[in-house]
């Protein structure tokens, strides 16, 4: 039954974007001394998301992550208790498949910014249903739909819209099933105000099933008993058999049906159920004829917030687990009467003080021991049914950074501060490039103000890296600034310093003088002085030159503050951002939170439609033309599409993809020094190696319908892509397509798919990737259904599995003619080599012929670009690997290459500027006029033919060269690279029996 089958996926699909694969089953580093693969790990080979670890973290062999995020829902897979999946108020959907080993977010196709619930289908544990909603805090009516994923909760597709859900319904669940086939079960969904609809064909169509005149808040089904929750009318049952549903009798003198926020069925006996409010248990054991009222002895300060049934035990016990706000989680054996609390061990959290929020938990019922909880900000695991719990979130990440802080004499010296959670600061052991963090918000610290500890903004003092002064607080007179200079171990207030802080900054040319919101000190912080506006940017041109905000509207001064002049320009909300050219002194951009942002200079300011909307802007200290930006879609509550980037000062823009889950980007940073953009979003941390993007032709995300190709190269790009086709559970190929595609830079474009069809693209020699929400690089699902590929490495070192496959494009042609061509570029210049000799190699699956049937015709052929001037001054050769035997078809005997004409390219005539056809036709030998490419060709039909008649299933090959000559191929003779790539194409065509 397909509902049994353990899932065997890989998190690079859960990223949809498969040109580089993530570690696979990497929980811990190698090595206790590889900081790097405990802080971080690669989603394309130029973004990397940084999770904060500590140094204590790393000690314990626990790879960090800082959670934080609200989890609003989460649920357990019924036939794998390692299969977890839940769902954040602001960062989409998490899952792991290790047991909590490591957290990946696997929200595409999740077009929410929350989810309100999430459930695996009880029979098919590959199908799993997620409400999506805008956002913990938002209460009003909103048709954010409801989504499916069949593939175990990696991607997503929407199958119900316009429908409304509201908060207050995350508290019980929404999703409910009965089981229908042995394929999949019936789905019912409790909209607030659209009645429970249900789906019998895994949502494809949707029937209402009542209810549609009531504010529905939750419903729970057991064999065949229904139970709905309404906000004003109570609760409702229907038991098996029965045609209507029959109202609960819950009126009492301790509860009110309109208090009910919950309600629960106990899977092994669907008479027992619970209601809750924030004050009682309402316990049933006879449908809810009879109510027991169980009171919450800590009142209101501690409310009730979930409740859940475990599994019984052998001595016929069974558990109910209970969360409160503020409190781990608590378990009960009598129905809820007396209730102890679990103990957790979160001496492994990043941030070990927090825990006022998190509530939300789910039960094992395969596994009576093992239940998840989000506790402490962070996800918390128990193995012994609920009486410990241990921190299990490796990955999980989400502390919104608002705004850095980089010592430019030290690289890997730097400040984070946070919404809600203070201040982190870089902890370096040794060489590592992702240094660990120092969490320095701990409250034994003395880091509040008045209870908060948000940090609007900060800045590194550039004669003591040690001396941070920040402002912290919820914003106006309940935000004060705070120094350290520790490095973080105390801080003190600097009194008078009350009011909302947006920036702080010391002068460039002279750092005796801070700028900070309202305040200016002239002298290095000792005294600070009101002028009258909140100081936003400071130019780093002239230091004089400030930009502030007074009652809406933005002001420039060019004395240091003394006096500001009005630009007339609104700010369109508070908090915006005013960021200072690099270049010229009075040249601003303005992000409002609109689509676009304003670009003020000396004349004036312009608005700038870039086509999405700007949160904020960073710009290269190195290049001014270079800038980055992001946002979040806040009026509609969806995620936003990722990082934008500009190399030509804002004209133009593109998308940088990488960024998971929300995509919402609340801060941005050039590193001062190295080639790195930080990012800070509701889904963790990111960082952007720039310099690393546009050596990359294409990179590839997942789309409605089909595959999205990107061109990152701001030049033409052209490559090839191969479409595999195939139906049914067999490994039966029905099309093999290759086609040529060029796409202008940074162009987009969608090809479409449909279910069957599985993508695979080929650029460049170790850049083969699937593409494929079920096929990876790692896992192959459909073995031999793949394409050929090389990969290059020098000789002597071990092949690197995650790019060389055994893979083939053949199937067993036994009759008729067919041709096959493989072609391949590759950019020489990408190679690196480290050994004496460097090889490419690869592999062509060989067809089973009929007796009596031949391969007609098999050649090798290889473009050869102009670029390569002295090629043939050196040995390169192809040979057959296989047995070990080479079949003597070396193309160079010292500086002659031989053809299969029979005529030699000698190293007096090597320059042709014809192009060699297939049909030998004659070329000329004008050395004056060097082609920009030709075809050189090798006949093999016999070789072929002999490995076929010895049953032999593989052509193998590789084609290698000395290093000194392959130092010859990288440039022309001006030394520069070359562009052109060089081709190998390989064509058979098979012949029918005689």
Known sequence: ?????????????????????????????????????????????????????????????????????????????????????FGTDTSGIWTTFDGGKEWRNTSSGFDCLGVLDVKYDPVNSNIVYAVGYPGYDYNGLNGFGVYISTNGGITWSEILNNVKFKHEQYKTSVIAFKPLNENYSKVYIATYENSIMS?????????????????????????????????????????????????????????????????????????????????????????????????NKEGSYRPYTGLAFGNKKDDGTQPIYISRTSSPISVSYDGGRTISLAEIDNSLSFNLSESWYQSTFAVSLLNPDVIYAAAFTEISKSVDGGKTFFISSSGYSGMRITDFAFDKNDDYNYWFSFIDAGLAKSDVSGDEKYPAMYYAGSDANGIRYKGNKTVQALAMDPKNSDRIIFAIGSGGDN????????????????????????????????????????????????????CGYEIRSVSPVNGDVVWGVKNGVVYRSTDGGVTFRSTQIGTGGVNIKLVSDNAEEQKLYICDYSSGYKVVTKAGYTTVDCGFVCWVI?????????????????????????????????????????????????????????????????????????????????????????????????????????????????????????????????????????????????????????????????????????VNTFYGEPEGVAKNSNHLKNINIGTEWTQGI?????????????????????????????PKLADGASIKSAKILVNRPAEWQDITKNKCYLYELED??????????????????????????????????????????????????????????????????????????????????????????SGEDMTNPVILHIEFEYGAAN
């Open 1 to 85: 039954m397909l509902g049994k089958l353990k899932l065997i996926l890989l998190y690079a699909s859960a990223i949809c974007i498969l040109l580089i694969s993530l570690p696979a089953g990497a929980i811990y580093a190698q090595s206790d001394n590889d900081v790097d693969k405990y802080t971080t790990y690669e989603i394309t080979p130029w973004m990397k998301k940084y999770n904060l670890t500590s140094k204590s973290q790393i000690d314990s062999k626990y790879r960090g992550g800082d959670g934080w995020q609200r989890v609003m829902c989460m649920d357990i897979s019924p036939v794998d208790e390692n299969c977890v999946v």
């Open 479 to 530: 935000t004060i600034l705070k120094e350290t200079t520790d490095g973080g171990k105390t801080y003190r207030e600097i009194e008078g310093t009350n009011g909302t802080c947006c920036k702080i900054a010391f002068h460039p040319q002279d750092p005796n003088t801070i700028y900070a919101g309202y305040y200016i000190s002239h002298d290095n912080g000792v005294t600070f002085e009101n």
């Open 818 to 846: 067919e041709k096959r061509n493989w072609e391949h570029k590759k950019q020489i210049s990408d190679f690196s080599p480290t050994e004496q000799e460097y090889a490419l190699y690869g592999k062509i699956k060989l």
């Open 618 to 786: 960073a710009q290269n200290p190195k290049n001014s033309n270079h800038l980055v930006a992001g946002g979040c879609d806040s009026a509609n509550k969806r995620p936003a599409k990722g990082l934008y980037e500009s190399f030509d000062g804002g004209k133009n823009w593109h998308i940088v993809t990488g960024l998971t889950g929300s995509c919402d980007v609340w801060s941005l940073a050039f590193h001062p020094n190295l080639p790195r953009v930080y990012i800070g979003t509701s889904s963790g941390t990111f960082v952007y190696e720039y310099e690393k993007f546009n050596r990359y032709g294409f990179y590839f995300e997942f789309a409605q319908g089909g595959i999205n190709l990107y061109n990152t190269k701001n030049e033409t790009t052209t490559g090839t892509y191969v479409n595999v086709s195939y139906l049914g559970a067999g490994n039966v190929v029905n099309n093999v397509n290759f086609e040529k595609i060029s796409l202008c830079p940074y162009e987009i474009m969608h090809i479409e798919t449909d279910k069957n069809t599985k993508m695979f693209i080929l650029d460049g020699i170790s850049n083969m990737r699937s593409v494929s929400n079920s096929i990876s690089t790692n896992y192959i699902s459909v073995p031999e259904v793949l």
């Open 884 to 973: 070990g035997i080479s079949p003597d078809i070396n193309w160079w005997t010292g500086n002659a290459l031989k053809l299969s004409d029979g005529n030699t390219i000698s190293d007096t005539n090597y320059a042709y500027s014809g192009y060699l056809k297939e049909d030998n036709e004659n070329y000329s030998k004008d050395k004056t006029a060097l082609p920009d490419s030709y075809n050189i060709y090798l006949d093999v039909t016999d070789y072929v033919n002999s490995l076929c008649k010895n049953n032999k299933e593989y052509l193998n090959f590789k084609w290698t060269t000395q290093k000194d000559s392959l130092l010859a191929f990288r440039s022309d003779t």
């Open 199 to 295: 789906s019998t064909d895994v949502g494809q169509s949707w029937q209402s099933e009542g209810f549609s005149d009531m504010e529905i808040l939750g419903i729970d089904i057991v064999n065949d008993v229904t139970a709905v929750l309404t906000k004003n009318d109570g609760v409702f049952i229907q038991k098996s058999g029965a045609e209507e549903f029959k109202k609960v009798n819950i009126n009492s003198e301790y509860v009110a049906e309109e208090d009910i926020c919950s309600l629960v069925i106990n899977p092994y006996d669907c008479s027992n159920m619970i209601f809750f409010t924030p004050m009682y248990i309402c316990n049933s054991y006879d449908y809810g004829e009879r109510i027991d009222y169980i009171q």
